[in-house]
């Protein structure tokens, strides 16, 4: 994964000191005085413990970006442009590198010392100096937070990569959200497609919608690639209305529509959740959207849920929760998911509850998403050659990033999923739930 055309000359590699021993005097006090990675300079320098995940320094652009973007977003963008990276498997190196800090008991926190030593060693590296332009593949969004034109070019920027860049990543029902293992993801005979075929079928399930009558009217807020669309319609016959703001996922949704012969109970629109005018519904899904309507914006979108809902009726949502900081962290909200917000799932409850649906089940699925992830990772490696000739070196080291980091946020519960089951009250008071849960 190293790069080897350092852009900066290489000074000689037989000194005894040089650049990494530079960078590593400023970083090693974040790590409570002993450095859990080692560092390669582009002059050939090296500092750190041998054996450790090994950091490569191949442009002195870095340290100007660390300068004006010190922490997580500047780190990331030198690495998306080559100008750091990583020696080996970029998951396990991150993994190896937190165990250390955690053995060691020291909690990285930049201070301003720190960015003070970082400027003066910038400076007397000759890396002072204008800062690099933003990457290419970095999020340039406008206009009002949250507004209907924004809202799609944030989806746009992620979701209109490309389908079939998402068809190298994804099962083959295109299901871009957390699975559900019901089986041992060690079995190599249970793959993320049975795990995911699974979560649809939960879903559908918790709706009800194995028990729903000859007209049954089922809505999916941001649907997606149509994963649980079409698995609603073709395994238990409701009709079903989706709704995208990307433009590749309908052409997708809809090309797989006409080849399944599902006209007549599948129709995907181009159209807002603000917009949807044509409830009531009897059943309602958003999985993994709610994430993307914003915090102000969170309760529009959870009345219009209960707008659209009919009484009595069930709805499902699945989201993504952030125990740390709200939002979605500066690489995510940077590159990936612009305007991405997310909060702890309690949090989320109380909105739901505030637009007046009744919560009446919070399933947390957290690990599923660390074997879901790790799925992805290995089919994105396997696939590396194809997805860099696709979308170019840029864009796919963003996506190596995401997926690494995505994995260890879930893995280390700094951020989790949940399943959140709510019933449009009626004004008997009945939720028209089972008397026994059974799923």
């Known amino acids: 994964m190293t790069l080897t055309d350092a852009r900066t000359p290489a000074a000689d ?20 005085g002993t450095l859990p990675l080692r560092i390669r300079a582009w002059d050939g320098s090296e500092a750190g413990p041998a054996g450790a995940p090994t950091v490569v320094v191949n442009d002195s652009a870095a340290l100007r ?33 937190w165990q250390a800090v955690r053995e ?17 060693t910038a400076k007397g590296l ?13 999020a340039r969004l406008r206009g009002r937070l949250h507004s209907l034109t924004r809202d799609r070019d944030a989806i746009s920027h992620h979701y209109d990569l490309s389908n079939d860049f998402y068809a190298l990543i994804l099962d083959p029902h295109m299901a871009y959200s957390c699975a559900y293992f019901t089986q ?10 049975d795990a995911q075929r699974d979560k649809l079928d939960l879903v559908c399930r918790k709706l009800g919608l194995h028990e729903a009558g000859p007209g049954h009217r089922h809505l999916d807020i941001g649907c997606g690639w149509g994963s649980l669309s079409l698995y609603a319609a073709e395994t238990y016959g409701v009709q079903v209305v989706g709704v995208t703001i990307a433009k590749e996922q309908k052409a997708f949704i809809d090309a797989r529509i006409a080849e399944r012969g ?43 849920i209960h707008r659209l809902l009919k009484d009595g009726g069930r709805a499902l949502i699945q989201q993504m929760s952030r125990t740390t900081r709200p939002g979605g962290g500066p690489f995510i909200e940077a590159f990936i998911a612009p305007d991405m917000h997310m909060r702890p799932v309690g949090e989320t409850v109380d909105l739901i509850e505030q637009a007046g649906l009744e919560v009446r089940d919070v399933h947390a699925l957290r690990e599923h998403y660390v074997w879901t992830v790790d799925a992805w990772y290995r089919t994105f490696e396997d696939n590396w050659d194809r997805v860099v000739a696709m979308v170019g070196e840029e864009v796919a080291r963003v996506w ?14 700094r951020m989790g999923v949940d399943q959140i089951l709510m019933v449009r009250p009626t004004l008997s008071g009945r939720s028209g739930l089972p008397r026994v849960r059974t799923v």
Do not use: C, W
């Open 104 to 120: 060691s008991g020291a909690s990285p926190r930049l201070t301003l010392s720190t960015v003070l030593a970082g400027l003066r």
């Open 65 to 97: 970006r660390l300068v004006y973007r010190p922490g997580e977003l500047g780190l990331a963008q030198a690495y998306v442009t080559g100008e750091i990276d990583v020696e080996g498997d970029l998951l396990d190196g991150f993994r190896r590198v």
């Open 13 to 32: 590699p037989g000194t005894t000191r040089g650049v990494a021993h530079e960078m590593a005097a400023v970083v090693t006090p974040l790590f409570g």
């Open 184 to 193: 041992d993801p060690a079995d190599p005979t249970y793959t993320v497609e």
């Open 400 to 413: 190596r990033l995401y997926l690494v980091g995505g994995a260890l946020a879930f893995e280390e519960g």
């Open 126 to 138: 000759g890396a002072f100096g204008r800062p690099p332009e933003p990457p290419a593949s970095q």
């Open 262 to 304: 599902l006209q007549d109970t599948v129709e995907i629109r181009l159209q807002d959740y603000r917009d949807v005018p044509d409830g009531p519904y009897d059943t309602v899904s958003s999985i993994e959207m709610g994430e993307h309507v914003g915090q102000k914006n969170y309760p529009v979108y959870t009345s219009g």
